[in-house]
């Protein structure tokens, strides 16, 4: 026999219910319940939220660093005020005595086994400031963690001798890849001979192994004349122009280039196109009016694109282009990237600041070391087969609901560019 069903007491609500639900909920609906439920929990959320301001009354930097790396546990009856300012910024105003403290604290917290606190400043200290690590590196050395490997940047001869001494002894379950790691960071001329020696006289636990691959990680390569750099020293920020500042004249992004590409038929574009006779870009080495990098926005998720640039500074598609082995169907209807037509301006800061992809810091920038968001991947010129030079990047995920880096590389002697992609 049929049960009636009951209207449900719940508004605009058409659902019907059975009696014992009726009885059970008050002659509400499982779906209303829920609904009420949630707006009862909201309510009591705002109405006992408290707002707690962690950096009140603090004045030193280095507590407010420790502060700002310490992560607090997600409440909802608690609203954390924001810092007074970004963590890179405290970093960028240390003095000398106040980093020597700043890196007792980390040496502190690595001891205590806080290690992801200790990892936070050792590398905010690396990215953001100049300062020598050495200190610090000793407790790292002893531990046998050699992570985060940029904190190894520039460190003096006792520490490169140490690793040295630990690449010797070697063996199979040695902790090698973060020792090469940390060797590329130091990269001076005794790790280049290292480096030149292991791929002349490989022992059994590299044979799989290029160590130029991980020079890469720090932006240079081993060569009988010495290391070779594959960046540029000097750095500058992206960032688009917010309202009331000025745009920069000397770069231009996202520009059609009035041809398409040969693999999709989408338009292609020039993804960077730089003025080489402003001062500020100057420095990428390129003679010319111009330093246009062509590419598909699309095609080159997949594999590199390669542009050849005139003499008189226009980009053409490389006849050494080859298409990858898989491409989307829909490409051509992939909607353009979030920086296109987008003004921007250009600031300076230190060629490691956002090395480190998932920092703080922002990613989009000109010169620099990349922001590798998977492996270091630096392409060989088509041409003249030379591993190609980084002269920028942009990320997407600089505008929320986009994700993904894109770079360009540079091989000045052949006029030859290159655009490639990463994401997580």
Avoid at 68 to 74: E, F, G, H, M, Y
């Amino acid at each position: 026999m049929a049960v009636d069903r009951l209207p449900c007491r719940g508004g605009d609500c058409i659902n019907t219910i059975l009696p014992a639900t009726a009885r059970a909920n008050d002659g509400y609906c499982m779906p209303c319940v829920q609904k009420r439920k949630a707006a009862e929990y909201e309510k009591f959320i705002h109405q006992n939220r408290r707002t707690l301001d962690l950096y009140k009354g603090v004045t030193d930097p280095v507590e407010t660093i420790h502060i700002l790396l310490t992560s607090q546990r997600p409440d909802p009856l608690v609203q954390f005020v924001p810092p007074p300012k970004s963590l890179e910024e405290f970093c960028g105003a240390l003095n000398s005595s106040e980093a020597d403290q700043l890196m007792l604290r980390a040496e502190q917290e690595f001891k205590s086994g806080n290690i992801e606190v200790a990892e936070g400043m050792a590398q905010s200290l690396a990215t953001f400031t100049d300062f020598a690590l050495d200190p610090l590196l000793e407790s790292w050395i002893e531990g046998d963690h050699l992570w985060p490997s940029v904190i190894f940047r520039n460190a003096g001869s006792a520490v490169r001798d140490r690793l040295l001494a630990k690449l010797s002894r070697a063996s199979a379950a040695s902790n090698l890849n973060h020792t090469l790691r940390a060797l590329a960071w130091i990269g001076d001329h005794r790790v280049c001979d290292a480096f030149l020696g292991l791929e002349k006289s490989p022992p059994a636990w590299l044979r799989h192994v290029d160590p130029s691959r991980y020079a890469h990680v720090a932006g240079w390569e081993p060569t009988q004349d010495g290391r070779r750099d594959l960046y540029h020293k000097k750095c500058l920020a992206i960032h688009p122009v917010a309202a009331g500042e000025t745009a920069c004249q000397s770069v231009s992004l996202l520009k059609e280039a009035h041809e398409t590409c040969p693999w999709c038929r989408s338009p292609l574009v020039n993804f960077f196109e730089f003025k080489l006779s402003t001062p500020e870009v100057s420095f990428l080495g390129l003679s010319g009016p111009n330093l246009p990098v062509l590419t598909c926005e699309a095609c080159s998720c997949f594999g590199p694109v390669f542009g050849n640039i005139d003499r008189i500074g226009v980009a053409h598609w490389s006849s050494m282009n080859r298409r990858p082995d898989w491409l989307p169907n829909d490409i051509a209807l992939w909607d353009r990237g979030p920086w296109s037509g987008k003004a921007v301006r250009l600031t300076p800061r230190r060629a490691v600041h956002a090395v480190e992809w998932c920092s703080t810091a922002t990613t989009s920038q000109v010169g620099g070391l990349p922001s590798w968001v998977q492996n270091a991947e630096y392409p060989g010129c088509p041409d003249c087969q030379k591993t190609m030079t980084f002269i920028a990047q942009l990320d997407n995920g600089h505008f929320p609901g986009n994700e993904g880096i894109y770079y360009a590389f540079l091989c000045g002697a052949c006029r030859v560019t290159a655009t490639t992609y990463q994401q997580s």
